[in-house]
Structures are given as C-alpha cells and as structure tokens.
C-alpha cells in the first residue's frame, strides 16, 4: 500500500505524526501541518527547527526549505525530460538533463562545493528509492560520456558515482551484465573495466536484516545498510561493532530463513530499532 504525502507529494508506504512539542514549535513559528507527513519532511523540519533561533531566521530556512521542497517534486519532469531524449538518442540533451537532476538533488541536499552526492544522502524512507533512479541516471551518463574522448574525466566520475549508489539498487546484476557487454564496444575499456572492479568489490550483508525481510534492497535493509556504511562505519568502536556481527550473525540468519515466526518477530524488532536510530541518525 502507498500513501501520498500530503506536504512533498511524494509517493511512500507510510507516514508519520510529528510529536506534539515539534507540531507547537513549527505552529508558533508560522507552519501549518495538518496531519502525518513522510520521514523526510518530518527530517527536513526537524533540521531546520534545530539549526533556527528566532523568527526571522526560522522564516529564512523555511523559504529555503520550501525552494528545495519545489525543486524536489520538479525533478521527476527532468528525469522524463532525459529519458524522451535517450530514447530519440538526443544523447547531448539528456546528458544535459540529467546533470541538472542531479544539480537539482545536491541543492536539495544543501551540498557545498566540494561535496559529492552519495547514497547516504537518501536514508529517509520516504526517499531510499530514489537511489535507484540516482543509479539509472549514472548509468547512462556514463555510457554518454564514452562517446567522446573529452568527457572522459567525467566519464570517471561517473563510474565512481555509479559503483557508490548501485550496490544500493536492486539493478545492481542488471548493469554489472550490460556492463561486462559494453567493454566490447566502449571507446573508454579500461574505465569501464575500472567501474566493474569497483562495483564487484565485496557487498557484505546485512545477514540478519537480510534474512528478516527477505529481500536485499527493500527500505528497511537499504536503511541498515546505510547506517552501517556512513554511520558505525566511521568510528572505531562501530567497526569493532561490525566485525562481531559478521561473525556471529551467519548463523542466526541461518535459522531465520527456516523460521516464518521468528521472521516475523525479527521484522518487528528490526523496525522498531530503525525508528529508534532514525530519531539520533
């Protein structure tokens, strides 16, 4: 089942009432919610709650924000835009295109210069499928740029961008298949060969994420998978954290895929937990 959000129009399997400390802020503060919102608008506001003292500056974040909020719904016509031009194999057009999507995604996201857009970015919910159209846009883009020798720096680009999101997307043995195929008839082999070293890299598991939800790239894996990459990642202590767990999670992965009942039990602490990490993440 898919509801709208009723605030970014956005297409998600569930919304979520904002407590009502926050819903007596943002009230007080101009902003009018009528109701339960997706995960990333409750996020948005939240950040944008936290990081304005005073009226004036909460009414200059939230011009901001509803700039962003408008580029956001408006992206979808440039993804058909690119797509009308890939197929009439108007390739310059929909490169075009597609670099102003993912321009449209780094304002969105409030990147500096310098900072590069990375799955990480999509850990809400309400937008983690979003990074199967990233993916999508990659792949083209960079079959676009092995047309000519003098993109070729952002063909690497964008080979590295692509191996980043698609082990994230359930396309991920699709483009490593059209891949293998491609470095027969790419001007560029070797950076082809480059991007499926990259992406054929070890993709460790989420064993018992994995095994709960039956399924490598739904919401809640891809959350998990995230947190685990940028977030515990990141720390000593985190790393420690993910060394025991593929040590001892084999085996209770194991017994979860015999265990419908235990499946389901796993799936209830799973979510709760991603709730729970989503309120600090």
Not at 144 to 166: G, M, V
Not at 190 to 197: A, S, T
Request: charged share 25%.
């Amino acid at each position: 089942m898919t509801i709208t959000c009723p605030r970014c129009s956005l297409t998600v399997t569930e919304l979520h009432a904002l407590e009502p400390e926050m819903l007596s802020q943002l009230q007080a503060a101009g902003e009018e919610i009528s109701g339960p919102i997706c995960a990333g608008c409750a996020s948005d506001l939240r950040k944008i709650l936290s990081q304005s003292k005073g009226g004036v500056l909460f009414a200059q974040e939230k011009a901001k924000e509803k700039y962003r909020l408008e580029l956001w719904k408006n992206r979808v016509s440039m993804i058909k835009q690119a797509r009308a031009y890939m197929s009439a194999k108007n390739y310059a057009q929909a490169a075009v295109s597609y670099e102003k999507y993912l321009k449209v995604l780094d304002i969105v996201f409030g990147l500096k210069k310098g900072e590069s857009l990375n799955p990480s970015h999509f850990k809400d919910s309400a937008r983690t499928t979003e990074i199967t159209v990233v993916t999508s846009v990659y792949w083209d883009l960079f079959r676009i740029y092995d047309t000519n020798e003098k993109y070729h720096d952002r063909q690497q680009q964008a080979a590295r961008q692509l191996a980043s999101f698609l082990q994230y997307s359930p396309m991920y043995p699709d483009i490593i298949k059209k891949a293998e195929a491609f470095v027969k008839s790419a001007k560029n082999p070797h950076i082809v060969k480059g991007f499926l070293k990259l992406a054929s890299q070890e993709r460790p598991r989420c064993f018992i994420a994995t095994a709960s939800f039956q399924n490598e790239f739904c919401q809640e894996v891809v959350f998990l998978r995230l947190f685990r990459d940028y977030q515990l990642n990141t720390t000593r202590w985190g790393r420690v954290f993910i060394k025991l767990y593929y040590l001892l999670s084999p085996p209770l992965a194991g017994i979860l895929d015999t265990s419908p009942k235990l499946r389901s039990l796993s799936r209830k602490l799973l979510i709760a937990l991603i709730k729970r990490i989503r309120m600090i993440y």
